[in-house]
Nanobody
Framework: QVKLVESGGGSVQAGGTLRLSCVFS???????????MGWFRQAPGQEREGVAT????????EYPDSVKGRFTISRDVAKRAVYLQMTSLVPEESAMYYC?????????????????????WGQGIQVTVSS
């Protein structure tokens, strides 16, 4: 059973920085790792939106324009982990942040930006940005 566990959330003032971590386990079939992982966020009353994706094998990353240049997703294959470094945070980015992973496929051209492309999710972690 695949499991994702997030850590590193909390409260920060506007303009501040936070780093989220996500560790996964339970991939028991080839390729034994996800192909793609992503970070999503959901504020109360709003839809869940993607903020970053990473090709877990190749390392290619994608971001929406709203966070490009401020957020950085990275992965550590040996530690089975993915990270999200967030800088210059604004209060509107307060939300539950979720780590997501796909089922793991042998050949992936690009990682999906939509949440429907991910089968496994962490429990979510709160990020609060105060003004």
């Amino acid at each position: 059973q695949v499991k994702l566990v997030e850590s590193g959330g909390g409260s920060v003032q506007a303009g501040g920085t936070l780093r989220l971590s996500c560790v996964f386990s339970g991939y028991r079939r080839d390729p034994y790792n996800p192909s793609c992982m992503g970070w999503f966020r959901q504020a109360p009353g709003q839809e869940r939106e993607g903020v970053a994706t990473v090709d877990f094998r190749g390392g290619a990353t994608e971001y929406p324009d709203s966070v490009k240049g401020r957020f950085t997703i990275s992965r550590d294959v040996a530690k089975r982990a993915v990270y999200l470094q967030m800088t210059s945070l604004v209060p509107e980015e307060s939300a539950m942040y979720y780590c997501a992973a796909d089922r793991g496929f042998p050949n992936v051209r690009s990682c999906p930006s939509a949440q429907s492309g991910y089968a496994y999710w962490g429990q979510g972690i709160q990020v609060t940005v105060s003004s």
